[in-house]
């Protein structure tokens, strides 16, 4: 292959491709030359949002006055609705003035914390497994990955005495992800309590990320609301996840006034605000009340159990109560690894399910199932692996 003359930048070394793109990709190119793959991979939530959101953003984007820029901070109505959310859902109160920065989905916030927070020479506490993102924005701020595990004999929660024995003198940042992605697991408020004091303890940046509190969870908790928080925590949310509105890309930071204005630094380098409309949707959104949720909640109960037949059919085992938008299962033991298991479903059967190692070692001998088809899909599928697999 020629050489390039112009190379890329040391910090993309040794960083993949996003595995769901390139795994996209090949469903995509199975998908023209034979039957149509069934995805149970993705956690794209299906379902629509607040018919009142969806009014709102037809209304306001025929206004002649929505289509210029926005405050890069985000729209005061935005932030304010964040701040009613959050009192109401977790009872913490924020000053919607100060402690929120809207973001275009809490993925961002990610990248923008990473880079605010973490020098070359840093490091920050990963979980194993965990979401990709963490390791990814980490490396891409030039610091270095030190990743904890998380073990199911210990249900799935991070062992603080033994990452204090891993070394942790140059850790600045500790990604946590309750409820946790991929296993399903609730945090307690006696493991945000010790997380917070162990974050103090250490002068640890402790950043939780929260998409998931209102999937088939019935009481959702925010790290913020632990003693002490606000002074070494923050939080990202998301639309996306807990009110249908994934590809609208709206999300938040919340945090210590002092934070949010570096974050505000980074940011406007980044980014304009969001289109007028869509953050008038989304406080529309914002104010939906129990029944909404549990009418989607409804929903998801229903294609669980029709997933965990699906995981039975293959002879997994799994918790049966977990959070999220995901079953994580462990595989069988005649199963030498998830992905393998997966590869294999997917080229024979054409149905694609994750396999756990891209979460980190601790995931090899586990996949993850999306709850984010419609049952019927789902029975298809199990229709589909019903017959022997190789």
Same mark, same amino acid.
């Given at each position: ?162 990452i204090e024995l891993m070394g942790i003198d140059r850790v600045k940042v500790m990604w946590v992800n309750y409820p946790h992605m991929p296993t399903g697991t609730r945090a307690t408020k006696e493991l945000f309590g010790e997380l917070v004091a162990f974050a103090m303890n250490h002068r640890i940046l402790l950043v939780n990320d929260n998409p998931y509190s209102f999937i ?6 925010? +790290?913020? &609301?632990? #003693?002490?928080?606000? *002074? ?8 996306? =996840?807990?009110?249908?509105? %994934? ?38 959104? +914002?104010? &939906?009340? #129990?029944?909404?949720? *549990? ?8 294609? =669980?159990?029709?997933?965990? %037949? ?81």
């Open positions: 292959m020629k050489r390039l003359l112009i190379e890329p930048s040391t910090r993309i070394e040794g960083l993949e491709e996003y595995y769901f793109s390139t795994k996209l990709k090949q469903i995509r190119e199975m998908n023209l030359t034979g039957e149509t793959v069934i995805n149970l991979g993705i956690g794209s939530p299906d379902q629509a949002p607040a018919e009142e959101a969806i009014e709102e953003l037809s209304v306001q984007a025929r206004d002649k006055n929505s289509h210029g820029y926005q405050p890069y901070q985000g729209l005061p109505d935005l932030r304010k609705a964040f701040s009613g959310w959050y009192s109401r859902s977790y009872g913490v109160e924020l000053d919607p003035d100060s402690q929120i920065l809207p973001l275009f989905g809490s993925k961002e916030g990610l990248m923008h914390i990473a880079m605010s927070f973490l020098s070359p020479g840093d490091a920050a506490l990963v979980p194993d497994p965990g979401y990709p993102a963490y390791s990814a924005v980490t490396r891409l701020a030039g610091a270095k990955v030190i990743t904890y595990p998380l073990l199911p004999e210990n249900g799935w929660m991070p062992d603080l005495n033994f088939l969870n019935n009481e959702p908790i925010s +790290l913020l &609301a632990a #003693p002490d928080a606000i *002074e070494t925590c923050l939080e990202l949310n998301s639309l996306s =996840k807990s009110h249908n509105m %994934a590809g609208w890309r709206i999300g938040m930071v919340a945090g210590r006034k002092e934070y949010m204005d570096y974050l505000m630094r980074f940011k406007s380098q980044m980014d304009s605000g969001m289109f007028r409309p869509m953050q008038l949707a989304a406080v529309k959104a +914002l104010e &939906a009340g #129990p029944e909404w949720y *549990e009418k989607i909640n409804t929903v998801y109960r229903e294609r =669980k159990v029709v997933a965990h %037949a699906l995981l039975d059919n293959l002879k997994c085992t799994y918790d049966e109560d977990q959070a999220g938008l995901f079953v994580w299962a462990r595989i069988p033991s005649s199963e030498r690894s998830g992905q393998e298991l997966a590869d294999r479903i997917l080229m024979e059967k054409r149905v694609f399910i994750t396999p756990g190692f891209i979460f980190g070692p601790q995931g090899d001998k586990y996949i993850r199932v999306s709850l984010c088809q419609p049952k019927e899909i789902i029975v298809s599928a199990i229709e589909r692996i019903n017959g022997a697999l190789l």
